[in-house]
């Protein structure tokens, strides 16, 4: 019998950070459950990369913290309502491009993740670094979708009806930080 999930190649599994060291290091274990969630649902699409609306489904499956930063009950089930949405179909426009708002240098040790993608996994990483912090959870990569307005996550989350800087007023409320 076949695998449902086909196998991915060593460069497609993960991020891997400059230094040589174990990625899933850098990430909490709700972290690192996130990133494979949303490495089995790019597989599971035929996506060619991990996109940030990968990641954001993956949050609000893996993560409950992150994903009471998100809104109340009726809110988000619009959001995952839109991501399922997504997976059958609403996404297929997004399949042959590369999610990149060219807002962002291109972070190219980030392989299977689509620009934006890679750079938010690193923002996160550098934002749990701020905070004394070695590994980065949820609500890091929580803020780090967000904030860039041309990413696929952003755009879900607009047609959800949630507002971008209301998430990361509520992660800023929510680790006692500034919103940088």
């Given at each position: 019998?076949?695998?449902?999930?086909?196998?991915?190649?060593?460069?497609?599994?993960?991020?891997?950070p400059?230094?040589?060291?174990?990625?899933?290091?850098?990430?909490?274990?709700?972290?690192?459950?996130?990133?494979?969630?949303?490495r089995?649902?790019?597989?599971?699409?035929?996506?060619?990369?991990?996109?940030?609306?990968?990641?954001?489904?993956?949050?609000l499956?893996?993560?409950?913290?992150?994903?009471?930063?998100?809104?109340?009950?009726?809110q988000?089930?619009?959001?995952?309502?839109?991501?399922?949405?997504?997976?059958?179909?609403?996404?297929?426009?997004?399949?042959?491009?590369?999610?990149?708002?060219?807002?962002?240098?291109?972070?190219?040790?980030?392989?299977?993740?689509?620009?934006?993608a890679?750079?938010?996994?690193e923002?996160?990483?550098?934002?749990?670094?701020?905070?004394?912090?070695?590994?980065?959870?949820?609500?890091?990569?929580?803020?780090?979708?967000?904030?860039?307005?041309?990413?696929?996550?952003?755009?879900?989350?607009?047609?959800?009806?949630?507002?971008?800087r209301?998430?990361?007023?509520?992660?800023?409320?929510?680790?006692?930080t500034?919103?940088?």
């Open positions: 019998m076949q695998p449902r999930i086909p196998r991915q190649s060593p460069g497609e599994q993960g991020v891997r400059s230094d040589g060291t174990d990625a899933d290091a850098r990430f909490s274990p709700e972290l690192a459950s996130v990133v494979s969630g949303a089995r649902r790019a597989v599971r699409d035929g996506d060619r990369q991990i996109d940030t609306a990968h990641l954001l489904h993956s949050l499956e893996y993560d409950p913290e992150a994903r009471a930063l998100l809104g109340d009950g009726p988000i089930a619009r959001l995952l309502g839109y991501l399922v949405q997504r997976s059958i179909g609403y996404g297929l426009r997004w399949q042959s491009s590369v999610e990149d708002s060219g807002a962002l240098p291109v972070v190219t040790r980030g392989a299977g993740f689509s620009p934006l890679a750079a938010a996994m923002e996160a990483c550098a934002r749990a670094a701020r905070r004394g912090l070695t590994r980065a959870c949820g609500v890091d990569l929580l803020a780090a979708l967000v904030a860039d307005p041309q990413a696929r996550a952003v755009e879900v989350l607009g047609r959800a009806a949630v507002e971008p209301t998430v990361l007023a509520r992660v800023a409320d929510h680790l006692g500034s919103s940088r």
